[in-house]
Nanobody, 122 residues
Framework: QVQLVESGGGLVQAGGSLRLSCAAS????????MGWYRQAPGKQRELVAR???????NYADSVKGRFTISRDNAKNTVYLQMNSLKPDDTAVYYC????????????????WGQGTQVTVSS
């Protein structure tokens, strides 16, 4: 059983900062790409940022220069540092990971966290 557990969401004023964390645990052989997505009310889920095992990252245009994704491979954990937050950043943020299981090392499986609410007040 694999779990992704997120933490760090909350309420912040515009211009403020938050740091999200997501730890993968359970029966894991390896963790490949990890990322953060978000979904605002009435909108589709969208990619915020993604990072490979080697540290290469990409960002949505709307967060470039404000958000930074990083990971600790030894802890199977991904972080999202969010600075200069705007009301438009308000959403449920979901962690995503491509995980290789010990029982099937030739494939990777897509896992999601439960989501954490980020609310930015104006």
């Amino acid at each position: 059983q694999v779990q992704l557990v997120e933490s760090g969401g909350g309420l912040v004023q515009a211009g403020g900062s938050l740091r999200l964390s997501c730890a993968a645990s359970g029966s894991i052989f390896s963790v490949n790409a990890m990322g953060w997505y978000r979904q605002a009310p009435g909108k589709q889920r969208e990619l915020v940022a993604r990072i490979t095992t080697g540290g290469s990252s990409n960002y949505a245009d709307s967060v470039k220069g404000r958000f930074t994704i990083s990971r600790d491979n030894a802890k199977n954990t991904v972080y999202l540092q969010m600075n200069s937050l705007k009301p438009d950043d308000t959403a449920v943020y979901y962690c995503n990971a491509r995980i290789v299981l010990p029982t099937k090392t030739d494939s990777q499986y897509n896992y999601w966290g439960q989501g954490t609410q980020v609310t930015v007040s104006s």
